[in-house]
């Protein structure tokens, strides 16, 4: 659950979140992704609901580890559906 449900008042409705960390989970695809391609190439990123606050993280990630991590991959286009 990445926020409370609409009207839940902490303390009372829930006690806590728990969050996924979406930023991580991008990094984590990218290093799949790499593997994959022996470390090089060129790739297409595609992701549903672009103004989604935890599609933007996973997406952030993925980029984040693309450019730090793999200069032999490039990212040449992206697509939101």
Excluded at 18 to 47: K, T
């Amino acid at each position: 659950m990445d926020q409370p449900a609409a009207g839940m008042k902490p303390g009372k409705d829930y006690v806590s979140v728990v969050s996924a960390d979406s930023f991580g989970l991008g990094m984590n695809i990218a290093d799949e992704l790499a593997n994959a391609i022996g470390r090089e190439g060129e790739v297409a990123a595609m992701y549903y609901a672009p103004d989604f606050y935890v599609t933007n993280q996973r997406y952030q990630g993925f980029v984040a580890r693309l450019e730090a991590k793999y200069p032999n991959i490039k990212l040449v286009t992206v697509q939101y559906v």
